[in-house]
């Protein structure tokens, strides 16, 4: 009987382990190419924020969040206004950030191309929408690295109205 628990609770702890882990894909979010399999950039959920300061359309912010005890944020993407909802966007230094905000792990090269699309920048609406990003390369000789990112959820305005 004490065998067959203990079976029953090392099975329900690996399962609950394993639907726990984040690939990198969560329904329509997912973080792909190279620099994913070096980050580490696993994540629960997305969040889209509209930032308005005054009334002002500042950015748009697109989050990568792993939940739990402490939220952390492997990935965020910062793209300055003016956005076109539908409309794909360059992004370069001067205009968007794709930042890492974890205790340890490094910080991406600089953004030498990529591209970017929101399907809606209304709060209140949901944004489906890709980006495309390739990262100069650190050192002379070494490989460029790439980091894409598809992401959906309903965007939010900060500070809310």
Excluded at 134 to 149: D, Q
Aim: charged share 20%.
């Amino acid at each position: 009987m004490t065998r067959g628990i203990l079976t029953l609770l090392l099975t329900l702890t690996l399962t609950f382990s394993l639907s726990a882990c984040s690939d990198g894909v969560d329904g329509e979010n997912e973080i792909s190419g190279s620099a994913a399999k070096t980050y580490d950039l696993d994540f629960d959920e997305v969040r889209i924020t509209k930032q308005v300061i005054s009334g002002v359309f500042q950015a748009m912010n697109v989050l990568y969040v792993r939940t739990g005890n402490i939220e952390y944020i492997p990935l965020k993407l910062v793209v300055n206004a003016p956005i076109d909802a539908g409309k794909k966007i360059t992004i370069t230094e001067s205009n968007a950030a794709l930042v890492r905000v974890m205790q340890k792990g490094g910080e991406f090269s600089k953004i030498e191309t990529g591209t970017v699309e929101y399907g809606s920048i209304t709060p209140g609406e949901n944004c489906k929408g890709e980006f495309y990003v390739t990262f100069m390369a650190k050192t002379e000789g070494s490989t460029k690295t790439t980091l894409n990112g598809k992401f959906e959820a309903t965007v939010q305005q900060v500070p809310p109205p």
